[in-house]
């Protein structure tokens, strides 16, 4: 067989058949790709649960502690902390764990064998299964290590630019995405517009506010809306907003990676042009997975990827180059969209949401608290930040952060780059208890009352 380079059996996009011919052009649509020889039952990505048995997604509402402790009982996670901080990553529920070992088991046991001769056509499964639940077509998904590295593609790639247009990003968008909006502009030269999202915000509040930014900067041509904020936790209405840049011949481009799994959604409920995902965050994946998107009738407004060979510039995969990425990870997608599924996408945004307004809740309208995401449900899922009154430097809410871990055993983490000033985001995640966020509001509350 000829040689492959690591290129061409790495992505979904780039993989050749087994017989080392260019992939068929059925394989690039949503047609099935031609048949391929049986893989061994070993080494198929099957989805796989474990005992206890977890409740029935439609019997499970926000407050079954008991049904929640079913599900919390999938997770392998240290008694030393109250865990509050799973906006990191998400750990894997242990079915998608023990899937992912016997993955790395088998790649490493069958080496190069399987991952030449083998892979490609569970790869493939497993970018179709992303591609079906986003509501993509097959064509608009490539596989990425991350969001990040989805975004970085997008955003370097993006062709539209010329000298006097400008790019628009805010104080609540992810820091390494804004440096990569404000190199592209500079590589084109080009400008960028920096915006300061108001506290506090509502939903109408923002569609306005974004609009008249737009207005006020008609050289705009490429807009970065982060779907849920990693700093406070806000949620876009990513959908209103991308309508009126679309109306103004401005692109969207959406940094979802804090969203998918969070929130129950597809590509069609944002509308926008360009998208960056994580699967390792809330939908459970091992670390190192992630997906892009691109609106099929905007691929030639992305260039292709510098190492893209002329046989990949006509498909979405010349996009990104991610080099040798973990096989294993990728195929263990199937097993967190399992485990995903069993839980219940609805019921688990719910949960998420429930947890967060225990919190918020019992320290709703305390004096010297800034709760910073509203409670308008279209503005929050689980994440949401806070803030001691006038305490916005970052040194302070990290010393705030540590009282809260050595003094009640709450982890969570400060949050720098918000424009009002610094937080700490508590973040909850599928294993943890009402009590939980109960001792958070309660250490939370300490901590006000040693200021005042």
Same mark, same amino acid.
């Given at each position: 067989?000829?040689?492959?380079?690591?290129?061409?059996?790495?992505?979904?996009?780039?993989?050749?058949?087994?017989?080392?011919?260019?992939?068929?052009?059925?394989?690039?649509?949503?047609?099935?790709?031609?048949?391929?020889?049986?893989?061994?039952?070993?080494?198929?990505?099957?989805?796989?649960? #474990?005992?206890?048995?977890?409740?029935?997604?439609?019997?499970?509402?926000?407050?079954?502690?008991?049904?929640?402790?079913?599900?919390? %009982? /999938?997770?392998? $996670?240290?008694?030393?902390?109250?865990?509050?901080?799973?906006?990191?990553?998400?750990?894997?529920?242990?079915?998608?764990?023990?899937?992912?070992?016997?993955?790395?088991?088998?790649?490493?046991? *069958?080496? #190069?064998?399987?991952?030449?001769?083998?892979?490609?056509?569970?790869?493939?499964?497993?970018?179709?299964?992303?591609?079906?639940?986003?509501?993509?077509?097959?064509?608009?998904?490539?596989?990425?290590?991350?969001?990040?590295?989805?975004?970085?593609?997008?955003?370097?790639?993006?062709?539209?630019?010329?000298?006097?247009?400008? $790019?628009?990003?805010?104080?609540?968008?992810?820091?390494?995405?804004?440096?990569?909006?404000?190199?592209?502009?500079?590589?084109?030269?080009?400008?960028?517009?920096?915006?300061?999202?108001?506290?506090?915000?509502?939903?109408?509040?923002?569609?306005?506010?974004?609009?008249?930014?737009?207005?006020? /900067?008609?050289?705009?041509?490429?807009? =970065?809306?982060?779907?849920?904020?990693?700093?406070?936790?806000? $949620?876009?209405?990513?959908?209103?907003?991308?309508?009126? %840049?679309?109306?103004?011949?401005?692109?969207?481009?959406?940094?979802?990676?804090?969203?998918?799994?969070?929130?129950?959604?597809?590509? *069609?409920?944002?509308?926008?042009?360009?998208?960056?995902?994580?699967?390792?965050?809330?939908?459970?994946?091992?670390?190192?997975?992630?997906? =892009?998107?691109?609106?099929? *009738?905007?691929?030639?407004?992305?260039?292709?990827?510098?190492?893209?060979?002329?046989?990949?510039?006509?498909?979405?995969?010349?996009?990104?180059?991610?080099?040798?990425?973990?096989?294993?990870?990728?195929?263990? $997608?199937?097993?967190?969209?399992?485990?995903? *599924?069993?839980?219940?996408?609805?019921?688990?945004?719910?949960?998420?949401?429930?947890?967060?307004?225990?919190?918020?809740?019992? =320290? #709703?309208?305390?004096?010297?608290?800034?709760?910073?995401?509203?409670?308008?449900?279209?503005? /929050?899922?689980?994440?949401?930040?806070?803030?001691?009154?006038?305490?916005?430097?970052?040194?302070?809410?990290?010393?705030?952060?540590?009282?809260?871990?050595?003094?009640?055993?709450?982890?969570?983490?400060?949050?720098?780059?918000?424009?009002?000033?610094?937080?700490?985001?508590?973040?909850?995640?599928?294993?943890?208890?009402?009590?939980?966020?109960?001792?958070?509001? %309660?250490?939370?509350?300490?901590?006000?009352?040693?200021? #005042?």
């Amino acid at each position: 067989m000829p040689d492959l380079s690591r290129r061409r059996f790495i992505t979904a996009a780039t993989a050749t058949a087994v017989t080392g011919t260019a992939i068929p052009a059925a394989a690039l649509t949503n047609a099935a790709a031609p048949p391929a020889a049986p893989l061994p039952a070993s080494t198929l990505p099957t989805p796989t649960l #474990s005992a206890p048995a977890l409740p029935a997604p439609e019997t499970l509402r926000p407050d079954d502690e008991d049904g929640w402790r079913a599900v919390a %009982a /999938h997770y392998d $996670v240290t008694d030393d902390v109250i865990n509050l901080e799973n906006g990191n990553w998400g750990i894997m529920a242990r079915p998608v764990l023990e899937a992912y070992l016997n993955h790395t088991r088998m790649i490493n046991r *069958d080496n #190069s064998y399987y991952t030449r001769r083998r892979y490609w056509p569970a790869y493939v499964a497993v970018l179709d299964a992303v591609a079906a639940r986003l509501g993509a077509a097959r064509e608009e998904v490539a596989l990425t290590r991350g969001a990040t590295e989805a975004l970085q593609n997008i955003i370097g790639g993006f062709n539209r630019l010329s000298p006097g247009d400008a $790019v628009m990003y805010a104080d609540l968008d992810y820091g390494s995405i804004r440096e990569a909006m404000r190199a592209t502009a500079a590589r084109a030269g080009c400008g960028a517009v920096a915006l300061n999202v108001p506290e506090p915000a509502t939903h109408d509040g923002l569609i306005a506010f974004y609009r008249d930014a737009l207005d006020r /900067h008609p050289e705009t041509r490429l807009l =970065l809306l982060t779907h849920v904020s990693h700093r406070t936790g806000l $949620v876009i209405p990513v959908r209103a907003i991308a309508r009126e %840049a679309r109306a103004r011949g401005v692109s969207t481009v959406v940094d979802a990676a804090h969203s998918w799994g969070q929130i129950d959604f597809r590509v *069609d409920d944002l509308d926008a042009d360009f998208i960056g995902f994580n699967l390792h965050k809330w939908m459970g994946a091992p670390i190192g997975v992630g997906a =892009l998107y691109i609106r099929r *009738d905007r691929l030639g407004d992305i260039s292709p990827n510098l190492s893209a060979t002329d046989g990949e510039k006509d498909h979405i995969y010349g996009r990104v180059h991610s080099g040798t990425s973990n096989f294993a990870a990728f195929l263990t $997608v199937p097993d967190a969209f399992a485990f995903h *599924d069993a839980v219940g996408a609805a019921a688990k945004a719910a949960r998420l949401r429930y947890l967060r307004g225990i919190w918020t809740g019992l =320290l #709703s309208g305390t004096p010297g608290l800034d709760i910073l995401t509203p409670e308008d449900p279209r503005l /929050h899922a689980g994440i949401t930040s806070f803030r001691l009154t006038g305490v916005t430097g970052v040194d302070d809410n990290r010393r705030l952060a540590k009282r809260l871990l050595d003094e009640h055993g709450v982890f969570t983490v400060h949050r720098d780059g918000v424009a009002a000033g610094a937080c700490i985001r508590v973040t909850p995640g599928l294993y943890n208890s009402a009590d939980h966020m109960r001792r958070a509001a %309660a250490g939370i509350r300490a901590l006000v009352t040693a200021r #005042s």
